[in-house]
């Protein structure tokens, strides 16, 4: 008789099914839907796409941890000033109001990496993505302190002894000092460098200084030294939607079926044709080299990020056994299904959606160095004090008061004039100047008086028009007059 109580469910405990287990025997049999994470050991590898990738680790660094450091006059040359709210990038200081200019700069942004994915696929993620330039840096740190690919898999699989503590222990220390360092060189970008490294000698630096200096260190830390290909597998969105910016003349790292087929092993004197192979001679070494551990032999796949590393040892082992180069190279899924030559493959390559891109990405960025180039280097807002009535003064004129917030974003002192139109009459009666120093701002009141019986009663509307005495340069803003009935 069934003793389980009513309304719950019965709990049966599944066991691992044993080795000659009869799969009919009626024993619970687990299943496991999780696969345990491989850690993944690439090798190193040179060739022309692997020079490619340091060179873009050397630019992109020397960019990052260097522009801080430049002066711009009396200033840092690219600072983030969050508390002043200020944006200053060489010659330009940009305030909250220039937000359309951050949009443009994202736009473009975009516009560039939907271009590039288009034209050869994860060209960013392969050469100059923060995760791929950070993890090559680390992989080299490792290799010069644990060895390569077969000695670091010696070590790990060893019991612990000296050599493997303090190899290991000065692979950490070096990575901690290149996540630290990075971590604070990304605030220097928000905090006036030299002022932050004062701190950090005295001591002294602000709480949320110290969260995001030792929050983006560890972040670069645990990114490029423990989870590497994890975070472009199953954290970066990009790669997720990159087969939708992808097509048929894209240019990928493809391997050539037809060509490699049927892979097998064989002695270099040997005639591929006579075993009936394919020019692929099954070393494995496509799969040790990738960053992200795939098999560029089972086609294009969302793990690939483009960086050819397997290109590059492909061709390296076809020149030990005298093949021609190429097994894997960049190329287009229609250049190797119709046999085009370079040429062809480059003239498909420029098709109308590439054209399209590019032409969108030169307007926008055109637009944006036109309206940068006339921007106004002072702004104006107008408005009229709420707080003081049209009032009768000496003379018999009327008044309005107004406030002017005159914003000088230049960084030297200017002299601003103003003057106001657009009915017959109207005067200015106060100070009709105002002398700002660099990146202030100041708000100005400003009585505006016009003849009795120049203007009918009711709102008219007015100009004003603020004059830089120092760049000839002027703005207009509108406002309204109130004659009272």
Not at 31 to 57: C, D, E, T
Not at 128 to 141: G, K
Not at 165 to 179: C, D, E, I, P
């Amino acid at each position: 008789m069934d003793t389980q109580p009513s309304g719950t469910r019965k709990v049966i405990p599944i066991v691992p099914e044993p080795a000659n287990a009869d799969p009919d025997g009626g024993e619970a049999v687990m299943v496991s839907l999780y696969a345990a994470h491989q850690k993944i050991y690439p090798r190193s590898v040179s060739g022309v796409f692997a020079n490619w990738r340091w060179v873009m680790v050397a630019l992109t660094q020397l960019v990052f941890y260097g522009l801080p450091w430049l002066e711009w006059g009396q200033r840092q040359a690219v600072l983030f000033d969050l508390g002043a709210r200020r944006f200053y990038i060489f010659g330009l200081v940009l305030y909250p109001q220039d937000f359309i200019y951050l949009t443009g700069i994202l736009v473009i942004s975009a516009l560039s990496l939907f271009l590039f994915t288009a034209v050869a696929g994860r060209l960013w993620c392969g050469y100059a993505c923060p995760q791929t330039v950070y993890t090559e840096i680390f992989l080299w740190i490792e290799k010069k302190m644990e060895g390569d690919r077969s000695a670091r898999m010696r070590r790990d699989e060893a019991p612990m002894s000296f050599d493997k503590f303090w190899r290991k222990g000065g692979k950490h220390l070096l990575w901690l000092a290149v996540a630290l360092w990075t971590g604070f060189t990304f605030v220097g970008y928000f905090t006036p460098i030299h002022v932050l490294g004062q701190e950090v000698l005295e001591a002294n630096m602000g709480s949320w200084e110290v969260f995001w200096s030792l929050f983006y260190g560890f972040a670069t830390y645990g990114n490029a030294g423990f989870m590497r290909e994890q975070v472009c597998k199953h954290m970066c969105p990009y790669a997720r939607f990159q087969s939708a910016m992808f097509d048929k003349d894209t240019l990928i790292v493809t391997y050539d079926t037809e060509r490699g087929e049927p892979r097998g092993k064989r002695s270099k004197k040997a005639d591929p044709a006579a075993l009936n192979l394919g020019a692929c001679v099954d070393c494995s070494l496509c799969v040790q080299v990738c960053p992200t551990g795939i098999d560029i032999r089972n086609g294009l796949q969302y793990e690939c990020i483009g960086c050819g590393a397997c290109a590059d040892v492909c061709d390296t082992v076809m020149d030990k056994v005298g093949y021609p180069r190429g097994l894997v190279r960049y190329t287009t899924q229609n250049a190797m299904a119709k046999h085009w030559t370079t040429s062809q493959t480059l003239r498909h390559v420029l098709r109308p959606r590439i054209l399209v891109y590019s032409a969108i990405l030169g307007a926008v960025i055109i637009a944006m160095v036109v309206s940068l180039s006339i921007r106004t280097p002072f702004k104006v807002n107008v408005v009229r004090d709420r707080g003081v009535m049209a009032r009768i003064v000496a003379g018999g004129n009327l008044e309005n008061v107004y406030r002017l917030q005159v914003m000088n974003a230049t960084e030297s002192t200017q002299t601003y004039q103003f003057s106001v139109s657009g009915l017959r009459g109207i005067t200015i009666g106060s100070e009709t100047t105002v002398t700002l120093e660099s990146t202030q701002a100041r708000g100005v009141a400003v009585r505006v008086q016009l003849p009795h019986d120049a203007a009918p009663p009711g709102s008219h509307p007015i100009q004003f028009e603020i004059k830089s005495l120092d760049t000839a340069m002027q703005i207009t803003e509108k406002s309204v007059f109130v004659v009272p009935r």
